[in-house]
């Protein structure tokens, strides 16, 4: 078994994307802008967007947090996400997920320029995603799992996929990039869910099983196929008084056991999650690049 | 074994619409108008877009085509799009698909208002599709193909449905539909292509069968369990020299051997077929009611 190291591939990935801001700045003059929208004080959001403007700002982009209070309205966000799409210095917005209940998250994202949706939720990239055009954005969580699946030299060419969960954030964009039509992708895709039978037959055909069901330790032992790759998207918190938060993390595969039968493996935490920021700071550039026309 | 009669499905299709446009007129005074585009000669298209108009007409529309020369420019496509989108008596449009070669039909598509896309070809339109919003179009096959199992009470949860073939008009939109969260899908998918290994093995997970991959008679008695239902969407020309045309039309199932392990079955022609042109007004009619912001 080999370890899916996320934090090392998305160190690799920030150092070459510190490369590429400092070539841009150099040849061009230009500097990638990310705007981080947050309304309200969840602390979760707050750590968070201070991760993304942090990372941003180690690379070298130029990052901007907009704060509006947890009671601002509907006219207010959508009044600022204008103000950024017109902002020139901006290239990359996002607003953070989830915003207070008075506020309608879809009108929001299909607010944001579909050329600075760098976190791809607007139908117009989404819908490029689907089609197969390269000159939208590919979603974040996702896109990290295929560097990864890419770093490590997994074939995925023919190989069976079988994703866990349909949601438009991970599972659904995860499918339609497994089964593009592309050397790097290529797989048959199962997409499993709430709804589906007998989900650990399934799982046993997969050579690439993909989970984000939100569920801790989901996936046992017996659900997975000798020399499988397993990719864990599962975040849960498990009670646990032995640690000074009163809880710990756990993904939604049993890795203890899985870990065993598996040939790649991510942990959780230090797999998937890392990788999420990385992608995020990669569509940033890549808007940049797009919006001026030039290449890195 | 039961037929899945696409002709008798249609035709109750576009009875419902034609009582709706005639509903729509004597109560708001509107006419749902279609504009369907066709550039160049091409004989098959002559005859889709024929068929689209006159039954548009039939069913009370408003339909008008729009004729280009085989060497219009870009140019005087783009233009005639804008027209027709800032037509008012105009709520769905279509451009026949192939164009000739000198003309980018992306751009061409990328033109068309979203909310006149009846096609659902628009990024917007196919991101709202994965996404699950309502307020978008559904593309016309796998759309009639949904109409086609609900109309003969098939059972969609929690069944397995084995797709083959993934394009942007049949393929892919249809894995998405039959996954999707609604007591009328909720299918565990699975999407096979021209790389999946062991495609036979697969189909015969298949409770709910949908070949769309353009190769007569590819899906064979041994590769559909018994008591599956089947979809064709296959229109291959077969050369015979008994038909005064020359040929006749193959799906892409041995529908002679198949039919006798399938509890439905569509034939071809006459199942999945004659369905789009029903989807595509009822698409229409969905257009015209949401830019009058009416229902019927």
Redesign the interface.
């Given at each position: 078994m080999a370890l899916i190291d996320g934090k090392h591939v998305s160190a690799a990935v920030l150092e070459d994307l510190k490369a590429k801001v400092a070539s841009l700045r150099d040849t061009h003059g230009i500097t990638p802008g990310l705007a981080v929208v947050i309304v309200g004080d969840d602390p979760a959001s707050q750590v968070y967007v201070r991760n993304k403007v942090k990372r941003a700002t180690e690379i070298g982009m130029l990052s901007e947090k907009h704060e509006l209070p947890a009671d601002a309205s509907q006219e207010e966000v959508l009044a600022l996400v204008e103000k950024l799409n017109n902002d020139k210095r901006v290239h990359g917005i996002l607003v953070q997920s989830p915003p207070p209940p008075q506020i309608n998250e879809?009108a929001v994202i299909e607010t944001i320029l579909p050329s600075k949706d760098v976190d791809c939720f607007?139908?117009?990239?989404?819908?490029?995603?689907?089609?197969?055009?390269e000159d939208?954005f590919v979603p974040c969580t996702p896109q990290g799992i295929m560097t990864l699946l890419a770093h490590y030299h997994i074939e995925t060419?023919?190989k069976?996929a079988v994703v866990i969960g349909?949601s438009?954030i991970v599972g659904?964009?995860m499918?339609?990039l497994l089964?593009r039509?592309s050397t790097r992708a290529?797989c048959?895709?199962?997409?499993?869910?709430s709804?589906?039978?007998d989900i650990p037959s399934?799982c046993r055909l997969a050579d690439i099983l993909v989970v984000a069901i939100g569920r801790a330790h989901f996936v046992t032992a017996d659900m997975v196929k000798e020399g499988a790759v397993v990719i864990d998207v599962g975040m849960n918190r498990i009670e646990d008084s032995s640690k000074k938060s009163g809880y710990r993390l756990a993904g939604d595969v049993d890795f203890e056991h899985v870990s065993q039968k598996a040939s790649y493996i991510t942990p959780v935490p230090g797999g998937v999650g890392p990788m999420t920021i990385a992608m995020l700071l990669t569509n940033a550039l890549k808007a940049c690049c797009l919006a001026h026309n030039v290449a890195v």
């Open positions: 879809r607007h139908p117009v990239n989404v819908g490029k995603l689907l089609i197969g055009d939208g060419a023919g069976h349909r438009n659904k964009p499918g339609v089964s039509k290529n048959t895709v199962t997409m499993c869910h709804r589906t039978r399934l």
